[in-house]
């Protein structure tokens, strides 16, 4: 895992020295500023969005694939090509179509958040401002923190809200009646059964890491605003001291960690772990639903609370079909899309529209969804 993080921050260094030296070049591939929204539709029929996107859940994968992408192609006219990739791979990708001076970028969409939409903005990677254009942005509150603010940067235009999600812990009260709720509780409580509990390498453990280091600094709130390097100092090595209490008493004696929460799921699906972690609190829902949880399983937030936030799509600077990129987004952001995204037997996402911003019909069909076990 340390080698992962010493990546991301590589990466990001790298990201933050190509921004220095990227210069004034704000041209695209293509200009939709003065087009009304018939003239987007209009020019997006026919063409075809490629987006990227991390594609490691079966359900999420036939969302996109068995709903969206139809409906894209019967009511705008619009292919969508789906292919795999996330984070560092998606900063990777446009920074060197950038550092070639590629006049168009093969990627149109992407679906990003926090380190990454930061990285993007670093070197000048996304399209913006745009979300204003969208007629479903008028039942998006983008005065709510959680939604206008991402990796404590305003999104300001230069990414659309797709879903909203909180991190959560996910037990079995058959081998767990009293889940731990606080770092002194967990501790005592991989220590009495080793092997039982572990944590990701990738962006859930990572979140979880987060939540850690927020409950250490005293709770919500304690790390909100920019970057505060005596906080940090203060605050990180009482985190790792606590992670090296752990880790003996980890899943493989925290020798090492599993690459994703799929693997964390399969593990607790099988009994192997009496844990997983999800950072979507929806998602024990649908897996029970899928038989892959038992009955048993629950999710929680533990007394400290946990990370929340949304994630987004963003533009490639360099698309060469920013107008059917457009539509892409309007629709996914449409009651209809949201309603059917947060159905826990669909995906189980939270939604980003302000229920009181919708007409009633629409509040209704979103206050009859299943909530959360």
């Known amino acids: 895992m340390k080698n992962w993080l010493i990546r991301t921050s590589l990466l990001l260094l ?5 921004s220095c030296g990227a210069g004034g070049d704000n041209t695209s591939a293509e200009d939709i500023t003065a087009l009304n929204w018939e003239q987007i539709e209009e020019r997006a029929r026919g063409s075809t969005v490629n987006l990227m996107m991390w594609s490691g859940d079966p ?14 192609k019967e009511q705008y006219g619009i292919g969508l090509e789906v292919a795999n990739g996330q984070g560092n791979i998606i900063v990777q990708n446009l920074m060197a179509e950038l550092q070639a001076g590629k006049a168009e970028s093969e990627l149109d969409l992407m679906w990003i958040n926090g380190e990454t939409f930061y990285q993007l903005r670093q070197i000048g990677a996304l399209y913006g401002p745009w979300t204003e254009k ?4 008028q039942y998006i509150d983008f005065d709510n923190p959680f939604i206008g603010i991402d990796f404590q940067q305003p999104v300001n235009g230069y990414e659309c809200p797709w879903g909203n999600v909180q991190m959560t812990l996910i037990y079995d009260t058959l081998k767990v009646p009293a889940p731990p709720q606080n770092r002194e509780e967990l501790l005592a409580f991989v220590r009495a059964h080793p092997g039982r509990f572990t944590f990701d390498s990738q962006f859930t453990g990572l979140a979880f890491l987060k939540a850690l280091l927020i409950d250490l600094a005293g709770g919500p709130g304690s790390l909100n605003g920019p970057f505060d390097e005596a906080k940090y100092n203060a605050y990180a090595p009482q985190l790792w001291a606590y992670v090296r209490q752990l880790q003996p008493y980890l899943w493989k004696e925290g020798r090492t960690f599993p690459e994703g929460v799929a ?19 929806s998602e024990v829902d649908n897996k029970i639903l899928q038989g892959l949880f038992p009955e048993s399983a629950r999710a929680y937030v533990w007394e400290a609370g946990t990370i929340q936030n949304s994630h987004y799509m963003g533009i490639s600077r360099k698309s060469p079909n920013k107008a059917a990129a457009l539509v892409v987004c309007n629709f ?8 059917k995204k947060q159905d826990p037997s669909v995906w189980g996402d939270g939604t980003v529209l302000a229920l009181d911003k919708l007409p009633e019909e629409w509040r209704e069909k979103f206050r009859a969804l299943p909530g959360r076990r």
């Open 14 to 18: 790298a990201a933050l020295m190509w």
């Open 59 to 72: 359900l999420i994968n036939a969302y996109m694939q068995n709903y969206v992408r139809p409906a894209l």
């Open 134 to 137: 969208l007629p479903n942005a």
């Open 263 to 281: 693997p964390m799921h399969q593990m607790f699906a099988n009994g192997e772990l009496w844990f997983t972690m999800s950072y979507n609190d």
């Open 332 to 339: 996914l952001i449409s009651p209809e899309a949201q309603h």
